[in-house]
């Protein structure tokens, strides 16, 4: 993975004379091909390593018609990004069927794996989600898990055969997934419903009988391929999709956004269930016992019990993930919220929709800048409880509000009352989340008085992508980046001429919402220092120790005056 990061590493040279020692090894014939390279940016050829030059890219960028470089890693594109990863998999598997090596390019299924012991229940689907279910179920098995029913097996012809085969699964199985989406599937001889409805009824009567089973639904606002591309149809609300099938459940879980981040939510909610006792035997016999030289590390200590706007875990495949947190799980303070909650959620996101929609068809002579905190707004908005990250979409938020107060005079009637619409439904929305609050709060009681160490911030970012993705997935560093470019406008002066009556102006600040310089530093600090007590845990997983601590050492040296900048703001040590 080439970048600029990648060529300021400290271990650049090793590693690259490790490889180039490696392929020195075959014999001449065969020693073409064995090097592959993925350009997250660019990169002048006089500074790209003489062993990866004129090796086979794959870019996860473009540059547009001004010469500016434009990142489609991770998901800002997801299109370009998927269609680069699979240039860059049939290349090496062209190289390996080359090489004589077996590949699964012939459509066939891969070797399993040893089963991890553990059996998930996927119902089958009607014909509409037919492939993402094909997809879920091979990446389920070759990951180890049992899929119950038999995906291998054509559907239950009889009722009776159905009922058979629904509750028998669903009794052997930890959770269940629902695919939903818009068919209800077939009706075997002699039952009373469709086999969508009939699995998903099934499933809450298990959930009903054993509390820590739930049910696992995607409900996709719009029905995509694999490769994500989402028909233009009106938005589909999952709840809504969900009732035309069955009664929702307080258990339920319910995924309205795209396949692929439906997948990842999936495996990382998998994986943080008992990891540490499904990891292969083999795992656990390298364990290295703490000895007296990792207790006396010198690595600064993390502060407990301090909100942030992500969580992070561990995988199966011994990297830090971000994961799905309760941190952006709403508050219902009474019976009606759970609704009043879908309603206000949906007001922001068709609001925001609608507005930046008309802003790309130029419809309003705005700057980029209100195009862009739109954009960046929607991929944080959650979807549904649990999913999204509110503080995020707050902070979007403050950045438009605050542009919109310094360019009021000059805007548009139409964008100006559509965007104090948008604000206005955030403001309404943060009701339902106690993290906003707790965040707000915290901001305004800390001690300001320390300067926040950005240098330190930016330095410990760029650590962990220079770790990514041996120690971190991809994820967690695009995450936190996004946090750093979250970075409000300068405050507008104090002594500004009063706008004439007629001008609509931003909807006012909440009481009690703290600065938003303030709020952007803490929400950096503790991210940061949510990400480090995950890392730290990496002391007691089994992994290279050595390689583990040179990271570590890294990433502790940044991280220190953060974590004393956090600790003057909360009055406590680490």
Not at 271 to 279: A, C, G, T
Not at 389 to 394: D, E, F
Not at 535 to 540: N, P
Request: with cysteine; aromatic share 8%; glycine share 6%.
């Amino acid at each position: 993975m080439l970048s600029r990061a990648y060529l300021t590493s400290t271990w650049l040279n090793a590693e690259l004379s490790e490889i180039e020692g490696r392929v020195r090894n075959f014999d001449k014939k065969v020693r073409w091909g064995r090097i592959f390279r993925v350009d997250k940016n660019k990169v002048p050829d006089d500074e790209i390593p003489d062993i990866l030059r004129g090796v086979q890219a794959s870019r996860l960028f473009v540059e547009d018609s001004a010469d500016r470089e434009v990142e489609f890693y991770y998901k800002l594109d997801v299109k370009k990004y998927y269609a680069a990863v699979h240039e860059l998999a049939f290349a090496i598997a062209r190289r390996l069927e080359a090489l004589n090596v077996e590949t699964a390019l012939d459509g066939g299924m891969v070797d399993m794996p040893t089963s991890n012991g553990r059996t998930v229940f996927v119902a089958v689907p009607a014909t509409d989600t037919r492939e993402p279910y094909r997809a879920l179920v091979e990446e389920l098995l070759r990951s180890g898990y049992s899929v119950v029913p038999d995906p291998s097996k054509s559907p239950p012809d009889t009722g009776d055969e159905a009922e058979g085969i629904v509750v028998n699964g669903l009794a052997d199985a930890e959770l269940s997934i629902h695919l939903l989406g818009e068919r209800s599937g077939i009706r075997p001889d002699g039952l009373d419903s469709d086999l969508v409805p009939f699995q998903l009824a099934r499933a809450a009567a298990e959930a009903d009988r054993r509390p820590s089973f739930h049910r696992l639904i995607w409900a996709p606002k719009a029905l995509p391929t694999l490769s994500d591309e989402i028909a233009e149809t009106s938005p589909r609300d999952p709840l809504d999709v969900l009732a035309r099938f069955d009664q929702s459940l307080p258990s339920d879980i319910v995924h309205g956004d795209t396949w692929k981040d439906f997948q990842e939510f999936l495996f990382y909610r998998l994986e943080s269930k008992d990891r540490r006792d499904h990891l292969p035997e083999k795992l656990h016999v390298q364990m290295e016992p703490r000895g007296e030289a990792q207790e006396a590390d010198n690595l600064p200590g993390p502060l407990q019990n301090v909100d942030a706007p992500f969580a992070y875990g561990w995988t199966s495949s011994l990297r830090v993930a971000a994961i799905a947190g309760a941190q952006n799980l709403p508050f219902y303070p009474h019976f009606s919220s759970e609704e009043e909650h879908r309603r206000a959620l949906e007001a922001c996101r068709v609001g925001a929709e609608r507005l930046l929609k008309a802003l790309r068809r130029g419809r309003y002579n705005a700057r980029p800048e209100y195009a862009e905190a739109l954009e960046y707004y929607l991929d944080d908005l959650p979807q549904t409880a649990g999913a999204g990250n509110i503080l995020n979409a707050n902070d979007q938020v403050r950045i438009l509000h605050a542009m919109f107060l310094a360019d009021a005079a000059m805007l548009p009637e139409g964008l100006a009352s559509r965007l104090k619409s948008v604000i206005a439904n955030q403001f309404a929305l943060n009701a339902f989340y106690d993290l906003v609050q707790r965040h707000n709060d915290a901001v305004s009681a800390g001690n300001w008085t320390r300067p926040f160490p950005i240098e330190a911030a930016k330095g410990f970012f760029g650590a962990v992508e220079n770790n990514t993705p041996r120690w971190f997935e991809p994820q967690v560093e695009q995450g936190l980046r996004l946090v750093e470019q979250a970075e409000p406008p300068a405050a507008a002066p104090i002594e500004q001429e009063p706008a004439p009556a007629s001008v609509i102006q931003p909807p006012p600040l909440p009481p009690g919402t703290p600065d938003a310089q303030a709020s952007w530093r803490r929400q950096m600090a503790t991210a940061a220092n949510a990400l480090w007590e995950t890392f730290l845990q990496g002391r007691d997983m089994p992994v290279a120790q050595d390689e583990w601590r040179a990271a570590a050492e890294e990433l502790g040296g940044h991280v220190r005056p953060i974590i004393d900048f956090l600790g003057a703001q909360e009055g406590q040590k680490p």
